[in-house]
């Protein structure tokens, strides 16, 4: 596992952690932004790519 893997997987847990607070405080903002957190560590865990190279990609998308 590289770095960038490693930065994935917690930015996965940081993802769920602000997923589940804005269900709890009914922000639906901040439970949008940990629903992309989620998918950017996801991504990053995979394919080791730094975070501006995912943000490039889901910006695109």
């Known amino acids: 596992m590289n770095e960038e893997q490693f930065k994935g997987k917690w ?12 269900k709890v405080t009914d922000d639906e903002y901040k439970e949008a932004e940990g629903n992309l957190d989620k998918l950017a560590g996801k991504i990053q ?17």
Do not use: A, L, V
């Not at 930015?11 to 804005?22: A, E, L, R, S, W």
């Open 11 to 22: 930015k996965q847990i940081k993802g769920d952690f602000k997923q589940k607070y804005g």
């Open 45 to 61: 865990e995979k394919y080791g790519k730094t975070k501006e190279e995912i943000k490039e990609e889901i910006n695109n998308w």
